[in-house]
T-cell receptor, first 114, second 117 residues
Framework: KNQVEQSPQSLIILEGKNCTLQCNYTVSPFSNLRWYKQDTGRGPVSLTIMTFSENTKSNGRYTATLDADTKQSSLHITASQLSDSASYICVVTLYTSGTYKYIFGTGTRLKVLA | GAVVSQHPSRVICKSGTSVKIECRSL??????MFWYRQFPKQSLMLMATSNEGSKATYEQGVEKDKFLINHASLTLSTLTVTSAHPEDSSFYIC?????????????FGEGSRLTVL
């Protein structure tokens, strides 16, 4: 069964600290993996996208890693800011029979405190 | 980057009325759009896949007569919540698939908050 699991479910950190969010998946056939940031009451915004052959991708203070062998991805946030408070969603894409299908993780809710 | 516009962002209606939400891809053609529903502190739940020029494909448990989806053009899909009831109050989000972009990149709208009184 195609599944994406994220951990932790929620996380509270102090401003300026780093944190790492995890995403484990059992999706086949794998096409790519995306991390999205969703602010409360807004639509998700893409942070990074990685294909099978990519191990790491950075976007400012966000760095995503992908281990296709263990089917794990992480999102590392450096020097967190109050504006990083949001839900972070891992989405794995599979491509089969000419159709894209997206498997969503349940998200990690991050709260950054001053 | 590509932009997906969703309208209205907020709507309040009386029980029994119908509400239409629009999803537009502003700078790319989207043969496929997706509609999601999101409850507080939960992840997005896929309701249906909307394909231009054909009938939408609904996920199990989603009433097709309740949530009417129309994808009449390559840049517009609409979701109509018919005879809305308070339990339909939720955050509805659309996304559009840009097949011409990076490996089927998915762009999300800003969401529409529906409150049924």
């Amino acid at each position: 069964k195609n599944q994406v699991e994220q951990s932790p479910q929620s996380l509270i950190i102090l401003e300026g600290k780093n944190c790492t969010l995890q995403c484990n998946y059992t999706v086949s056939p794998f096409s790519n993996l995306r991390w999205y940031k969703q602010d409360t009451g807004r639509g998700p915004v893409s942070l990074t996208i990685m294909t099978f052959s990519e191990n790491t991708k950075s976007n400012g203070r966000y760095t995503a890693t992908l281990d296709a062998d263990t089917k794990q991805s992480s999102l590392h946030i450096t020097a967190s800011q109050l504006s990083d408070s949001a839900s972070y969603i891992c989405v794995v894409t599979l491509y089969t029979s000419g159709t894209y299908k997206y498997i969503f993780g349940t998200g990690t809710r991050l709260k950054v405190l001053a | 980057g590509a932009v997906v516009s969703q309208h209205p962002s907020r709507v309040i209606c009386k029980s029994g009325t119908s509400v239409k939400i629009e999803c537009r891809s502003l700078d790319f053609q989207a043969t496929t759009m997706f509609w999601y529903r999101q409850f507080p502190k939960q992840s997005l739940m896929l309701m249906a896949t909307s394909n231009e020029g054909s009938k939408a494909t609904y996920e199990q448990g989603v009433e097709k007569d309740k949530f009417l989806i129309n994808h009449a053009s390559l840049t517009l899909s609409t979701l109509t919540v018919t005879s809305a009831h308070p339990e339909d109050s939720s955050f509805y989000i659309c996304s559009a698939l840009n097949v011409a972009g990076v490996t089927g990149e998915l762009f999300f709208g800003e969401g529409s908050r529906l409150t049924v009184l």
